[in-house]
Structure formats: C-alpha cells, structure tokens
C-alpha cells in the first residue's frame, strides 16, 4: 500500500515513520516534507505545496496511492478532501463542513452549546463597540479569539481590560485578514490544558492516549507562547475516570451534533480541554487533524497499525475494529528551537548529531528542516522533536534528553525541564 502525507512538520514525520513500521506499506510520499521525511527509508518527499490539489491529485494517481493522511489544518479547511475524494481518491480528514469546527471558533462555539458540551461562556462580535463595552461589562482577565485559521496566534489571554481591547483593534483592524471578521470574547479559565484526540468514523468515536504539551518558551512554563515546547503522554491529569466522562460528555455529543448538521466527519476529533484544580473540565478549542507536537509522543506508544485504524474511519468500520492497544510506560518529546523563537530567528544552521542521537536510543522527529547538499539545515522555529518511550516518564524523557544532548545546531535552544509536572 502506498499513503501519501500532506504537510511538512513533525507532525508529518511521526506520521510516515509510524506507518513505514508496517509491513503492508510500501512507501510513503510526504507533500512537501522535510529534511526528517527526506531521510527517511522508504519515505519521498513531492514539492507540491499543502494546497496545491491538483498537484496532490494527480501525483496519487500516478503513483497509485491508496490513502491520502492531511496533517495541516489549512488545507482541511480549504476542503482538500472534497476535492481528492471527488476524484476518487481514498482521504483521511473531514471535509470542508466538518473542518469548520477548528477553521471557526464562532461555528464550534455554537455547536458546543447546542450539544450541551461544557465550554467557556463567549460572546460572538462582528462590532468593536459592542465588543468593548461586552469587555467591560465581564471584566479581566479576559480571552479574546479572532473567529478564523491564524497558524495559533489569533487567541490573546489578556490580564487587563487595556490589553484585551488592544488585542480587539489589532483584530478588527485586519491583523489577521479575514479571521478576524468575527471575534469571540470568553471567560477566562485556569487549570492544566490536555489534549484528547480521538479518531472518528462519524459514528464511533475513539480517543487516542491523552496528551500534554508546554506551550510557553521558558523554564517553569513562563515566557511566549510557542507551538510547544515538548509533550508528553499519556498525561496524568486526564484519570480513566475523567475519559470516560469526555468520552460522553465530549465526544459523542460532538460527532452526535455534526450528524445532526449533516457533516459526515471521518478523521480526528481534536478536543483542547482545559482541567480545573476540582477535576473539571471545558472544551477550550477542537481541531480538525493530529496535533503537534502531541503526535509525535502518542505514535510511538501505539501497538495497533496506524493504517488500519485510519482505514477504519475513512470505510465507517470503526465500530467493528478491536480496541486500540497501547505500549505501557510513557513517552515524551523535547523541541530543539532555533535562538530568538518565537521571535526572529536565523535559518539555514548545519545541524549535526542526528545519527548520535538515535543511537543513544531516541527518534528524531523532524519539524523546521530541509535538505540541503545532502546536509540537514534548520529551516523553522521548531526544528527538531527529540523523542523517547520508557517504562516510566523518567526513562522517556532521560532517553530524550540523552538524545538531544548529542545534537547542536548554531543557536540552538531547549527547554530543560519538560514532564516537570510527571516528574514531581
Ligand atoms: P485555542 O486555539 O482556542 O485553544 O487557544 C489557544 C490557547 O489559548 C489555548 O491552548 C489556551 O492556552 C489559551 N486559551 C484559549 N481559550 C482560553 C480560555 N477560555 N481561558 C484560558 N486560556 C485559554
Ligand atoms: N499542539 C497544539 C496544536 O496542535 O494545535
């Protein structure tokens, strides 16, 4: 069987690398990939660009590719699987309807409430008027969402009114295009952030591992928010108990809505849950896809094939497959940053030590990175995801440590304390 991966992150890698763990696959082609999907046996990276569908189209015709995985949320969005899928190709990811649940956080808003999925209170404002006297009436702190796609950065948790109406004139003044058309102002919540994907069919809905990632750029979690900083799985704070609840709670009622929409959504059902001290939680966004970097530490633990269960969604017989088994013992990744992420940063830099590493017995998963003159060069913020399993968090994460101690790059920047909260 041959898969094509759309997207070129970490993201991407872990997906390639754990399909090419299958003896049923026989190559898989990554559009456009990376310098980690370059190097990767059995894998080719295709310079077509995530939204190109022609282009995507045409090469898995001729290559005769049986399963087409979008990573990114753009072309989801875009609706690259209705386009793929009329021409009859085999895709996992919902379609353009269904991938308003991460592309509009007024639509999600909505839906939450009609599925009775617990949220944060929000107001939707298309005025900046009504928005600001809406501000002053809630008080901060304060979230301010621009409604559309804008790559992480459209969501401000502002600590003052002052700051939340500054983040109301950067959106409605076009800082981010078009996603700011619409504006969301919620509640502020406090707690831990999980993350709980589940793949779907559109009928039976499955959660994979929980997730936990380290959003800001600094030690003990201060500084800038990133697209994270490392991750680990699975994530305690998410109890049996507390699935099982998300799993009825969450889940269900949510594919349960989108059928009532008539939005046949087959992929994954990403739900960003934010848990109170007490153990409650709230719905703080979905996505459409995988997320990154929470891919890259639940992929290593799965035992299940990957192609079978994306299969299974994308035929409607998720219902029939066996549970999904699991590795014991945990996994965790750190982020090899460029200097000055998420600010400027240079690109470009020789990154050596890729081989030490996996030695030491880490993955590398590749993010920001291209090949160049059979070189591995940075090519991103985040450029590198040094992955490990262990028996324990402790294992996993000194094995990823061990990893990414035999890697440098000019200017190369980690967090040193990521799992700080398994480890204590
Ligand atoms: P979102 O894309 O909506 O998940 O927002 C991105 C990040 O902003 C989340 O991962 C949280 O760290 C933060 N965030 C979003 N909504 C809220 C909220 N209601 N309260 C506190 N933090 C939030
Ligand atoms: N790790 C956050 C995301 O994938 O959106």
């Given amino acids: 069987m041959k898969v094509l991966v759309v997207g070129n992150g970490g993201r991407e890698h872990a997906l390639a690398w754990k399909l090419l763990q299958s003896q049923k696959i026989e190559r898989v082609f990554c559009a456009p990939g990376n310098g980690g999907t370059a190097t990767l046996a059995g894998c080719q990276n295709v310079d077509i660009a995530v939204d190109d569908f022609q282009g995507m189209a045409k090469l898995a015709k001729n290559e005769g590719v049986s399963l087409v995985v979008v990573g990114p949320e753009v072309p989801l969005a875009k609706g690259i699987t209705d386009y793929l899928q009329a021409q009859g190709l085999v895709v996992f990811g919902p379609n353009k309807m269904g991938a308003q649940i991460e592309a509009s956080k007024a639509w999600a808003k909505a839906l939450m409430q009609e599925a009775g999925v617990p949220t944060a209170n929000a107001a939707v404002f298309t005025d900046i008027v009504a928005a600001k006297s809406y501000l002053k009436s809630q008080g901060a ?15 401000i948790v502002a600590q003052t009114i002052a700051e939340a109406e500054t983040a109301l004139d950067a959106i ?8 700011g058309n619409f504006v969301v102002i919620e509640e502020c919540l406090v707690g831990q952030e999980v993350s709980v ?3 779907t069919d559109g009928l039976t809905i499955r959660p994979l591992l929980p997730a936990q990632d380290h959003k800001r750029v600094g030690e003990g ?11 680990y799985a699975p994530a305690p704070v998410a109890t049996s108990a507390m699935m099982a609840r998300v799993q009825t709670e969450v889940l269900e009622p949510t594919i349960a809505a989108l059928r009532g929409k008539g939005i ?4 994954v059902l990403y739900a960003g849950l934010m848990v109170a001290p007490d153990g409650e939680f709230k719905v703080l966004e979905f996505n459409c896809r995988f997320g990154d970097p929470e891919t890259q530490v639940i992929l290593p633990m799965l035992d299940t094939p990957l192609e079978d269960l994306l299969l299974a969604c994308v035929q409607q017989r998720l219902g029939d497959m066996p549970p999904i088994t699991w590795k014991n013992g945990a996994s965790a990744t750190v982020v090899a940053a460029s200097g000055g992420y998420p600010g400027d940063y240079a690109k470009g830099k020789v990154i050596t030590g890729l081989q030490a590493a996996e030695i030491t017995g880490a993955t590398v998963f590749h993010a920001g990175t291209k090949l160049q003159n059979s070189q591995v060069v940075s090519d991103g913020g985040r450029v590198l995801n040094v992955t490990a399993i262990g028996v324990d968090f402790k294992q996993a994460l000194d094995r990823a440590y061990a990893g990414i101690a035999k890697i440098e790059f000019a200017g190369m920047y980690y967090r040193r304390d990521i799992g700080h909260r398994v480890m204590s």
């Fill in 141 to 155: 702190p304060i979230v301010v969402k621009a409604d559309g796609l804008a790559a992480g950065k459209g969501v």
């Fill in 172 to 179: 409605f003044a076009g800082q981010f295009g078009s996603a």
């Fill in 197 to 199: 994907l589940a793949l």
């Fill in 221 to 231: 979690d201060t500084g800038e928010n990133t697209g994270g900083m490392g991750a």
């Fill in 264 to 267: 046949d959504y087959r992929g």
